[in-house]
């Protein structure tokens, strides 16, 4: 089998790292990353940007995009920060290139249409960044839910929380990132939903507050902090989400998602990322938790090669992308305003 070649734009995302990892394990596949606008910041890995974070991890580097493009990839993987998806998606369309794109798709609705465009007009397939769709526990849920036993949903409540992400502060910077805790976290349990149900967002209601984290001038004061939002489907389903950042800095792991879901025939509870072994450092009294199960990036990045080396579009594609960002836009006004809003898409 022809090894694809994958290219990595930007590791200003901290996923670049996990799929920078999880590329150079796979035989069928040959990975080069490009950050021409990263520095780093520190030691660690998820400190490290540009050449250094490629050294580290083993991976050859481009010094440009220019450089990267030249190699004639297969197909990329955009991690850059959140407003600079669109450029980075129209230049990889622009050269028949199939992109694998970080979420949310984009920051404004404008620039959301823009990628879904240039990708329809090159043909080339793009897929989102929703790992979470791929844990085993949530097919099984799907499976359930499928199958009729827990006959009409009415409720879901979800928790998406996490660290604020110290190494990489452009996420608390709304012109790079969009915003914070919403546009950060709404959107995975938004993209469950749209794979669970099928059915369209009508309504969102939203509250946020900056008092996490409010000390760190220029950081978590900046952006929401957290978040809940409420969102009515068509079908008549009601969700709740909580987007904090609400994780502290001591955490021994980066966060979690859980999910309830409760139909006419029953309930379900998941917490994707709960299987862990648990203990105590003996010198600090930390916490540590040691998660095991499938790496759920190595299962999307393999479902997107495959949808690379078979043209089919996987999912989610371009158009869940823009459902998914119409909801964080939604809850946007709606916090700033205070008014429940329609979702446009």
Known sequence: ???????????????AVGYLSALRAMPDVEVIGS???GVSTGTTTDELRGRELAEALGVEYADSYDELFAWRP????VTSENARHREL???AAAAGVHVLC???LATTWEDGLAIRDAVERAGVLLMVAFPV????AFAKLRATHDAGALGQLFSVRGANNGMLPLSRDWFTDPALSGGGALADHVVHIADLLEALTGSAPRTVTAVTNRVLHAERAGGGASAETGGLVTITYANGLIAAIDCSWSMPDTSAVWGGLTLDVAGTGGTVSLDVFGPA?????AETGLPIEARYGADL???MLRTFLDAVRTGVQPQPDVRVGLRTLSIVLAAQESARTGRTVAVSA
Request: glycine share 4%; no cysteine.
């Open 89 to 91: 998606v129209e230049r």
């Open 102 to 104: 970080e979420k949310p």
């Open 35 to 37: 950050d021409p606008d």
């Open 1 to 15: 089998m022809t090894a694809l070649r994958i290219g990595v734009l930007s590791f200003a995302h901290t996923h």
């Open 133 to 136: 769709r791929f844990a085993s």
């Open 297 to 299: 990036d190595a299962v």
């Open 74 to 77: 297969d197909a990329v993987v």
């Open 277 to 281: 072994a648990h203990g105590i450092v």
